[in-house]
């Protein structure tokens, strides 16, 4: 059974940083896209960044500049690592994985979640 697993999360003031990890374990044969998406209060959960197994990645526009996803393939880890951190990147971030399928899927279909973790930048 595939599992994500998120840690990181935390308060800090606007304009620190903070780094995600995402940690995945399971049976795993195919790689198609990983990613971390996040969900503030009252709002619909929305995609922050994701990285495809040759490297490539893709930012929403709001955190271009500021986030960096990544991925170590040997520790089978996920990051995001978040600098200038804004009060309006609160929010729960959740790593998804779109594992184990062939063909690969859509561009937004993912079929592994981590519980959350959540991130609180004060003013």
């Known amino acids: 059974q595939v599992m994500l697993v998120e840690s990181g999360g935390g308060s800090v003031q606007a304009g620190g940083s903070l780094k995600l990890s995402c940690h995945t374990s399971g049976y795993i044969y195919t790689t198609c896209r990983m990613a971390w998406y996040r969900q503030a209060p009252g709002k619909e959960r929305e995609l922050v960044a994701h990285?495809?197994?040759?490297?490539?990645?893709t930012y929403r526009s709001s955190v271009s500049g500021r986030f960096t996803i990544s991925q170590d393939s040997v520790k089978n880890t996920l990051y995001l690592q978040m600098n200038s951190l804004k009060t309006e990147d609160t929010a729960v971030y959740y790593c998804a994985a779109a594992l184990n399928r062939s063909p690969c899927p859509g561009p937004q279909e993912y079929n592994y979640w981590g519980q959350g973790t959540q991130v609180t930048v004060a003013s």
């Open positions: 990285i495809n197994p040759n490297g490539v990645t």
